[in-house]
């Protein structure tokens, strides 16, 4: 009898225990996760852009933030190979306070490449018009972020060569009441303000001597053609490769990081319900 008695303690005693972390576990504080995926080209990708170094330094652990700018793409070639497809698949994944997607394109649109090449006036308009179409009815939240600025310089000034292109996604923003990060005016300004000389340290690599004595002297070089392809790694270990040059629009580990300072605090004003999220 005594031993079926304290058998039966014990029980009592697990099965209490047991309750009280059942009850400890509801009452713990549970996670309210943000998401946001970022759309673009190579001056948002990984290794050429800002993104990485926006999702690494400047989100807090409470977001998911992916990174879905790809080189050389325009608001035509993004959708035609499959990649807008992907990002809307993930823009509709459940479970996340709140989904934004950042949307930056007019590098390429601009390009004279047949497979790039969007017209300014209407196409490129109505392009980024589904994007923010699709986005909402996804249930997330689009954001427009103008495009960065290239760092050319005549005379000591700056040649903004995007900025018409610019106005085209302000004016859709304007139109469909899109959260606006205007990232072509802040980087126009901020590198007038450097100076060309200053604003080669943005670049994947260093300027040769006669590409920074002629940003010295206010003007810049027509920038270089791209590297050839470096041969196949070959063995067991990862074989992907990044080519990294010097030009006028691609960034470095220093660019990316202060051009993605830049996109944080436009991206505070923009969207408040995203500012206890964000990180300087």
């Known amino acids: 009898m005594r031993r079926?008695?304290?058998?039966?303690?014990?029980a009592a005693a697990l099965a209490g225990g047991a309750q009280a972390q059942e009850r400890e576990r509801t009452d713990a504080p549970q996670l309210h996760p943000y998401k946001i995926i970022l759309i673009g080209d190579s001056t948002m990708a990984p290794h050429s852009g800002w993104g990485g170094a926006f999702c690494a330094k400047h989100v807090k652990s409470s977001v998911a933030c992916l990174n879905l700018g790809r080189g050389g793409r325009s608001t035509r070639s993004y959708r035609a190979e499959g990649s807008w497809d992907i990002a809307l698949a993930e823009a509709k994944v459940p479970g996340y306070r709140g989904t934004w997607v950042l949307i930056q394109f007019g590098h390429n649109d601009q390009s004279g490449k047949p497979e790039r090449w969007t017209e300014e006036t209407r196409e490129f308009p109505a392009n980024l018009t589904h994007y923010v179409e699709e986005?909402?009815?996804?249930?997330?939240?689009?954001?427009?972020?103008?495009?960065?600025?290239r760092r050319e310089f005549r005379g000591g000034k700056l040649r903004n060569t995007l900025e018409s292109w610019s106005d085209r996604v302000r004016a859709v923003a304007k139109a469909l009441d899109v959260p606006l990060v205007d990232l072509n005016a802040v980087s126009a300004a901020q590198t007038q303000r450097m100076g060309a000389e200053t604003a080669t340290q943005l670049?994947?690599?260093?300027?040769?001597?006669?590409?920074?004595?002629?940003?010295?002297?206010?003007?810049?070089?027509?920038?270089?053609?791209?590297?050839?392809?470096?041969?196949?790694?070959?063995?067991?270990?990862?074989?992907?490769?990044?080519?990294?040059?010097?030009?006028?629009?691609?960034?470095?580990?220093?660019?990316?990081?202060?051009v993605a300072r830049w996109v944080t605090?436009?991206?505070?004003?923009?969207?408040?319900?995203?500012?206890?999220?964000?990180?300087?």
């Not at 079926?4 to 014990?10: G, S």
């Not at 986005?135 to 600025?149: D, K």
């Not at 196949?232 to 030009?247: A, H, L």
């Open 4 to 10: 079926l008695i304290a058998t039966i303690a014990v």
């Open 135 to 149: 986005v909402r009815a996804a249930g997330a939240t689009p954001v427009l972020v103008t495009p960065l600025t």
């Open 203 to 258: 670049a994947q690599e260093p300027p040769t001597a006669e590409e920074l004595a002629a940003a010295k002297a206010g003007t810049t070089l027509k920038a270089r053609p791209a590297l050839p392809s470096p041969p196949p790694i070959e063995g067991n270990g990862p074989r992907g490769q990044v080519t990294r040059k010097f030009d006028y629009t691609h960034l470095g580990d220093i660019g990316a990081e202060v």
């Open 265 to 280: 605090e436009a991206l505070a004003q923009a969207a408040p319900p995203l500012r206890s999220q964000l990180v300087r």
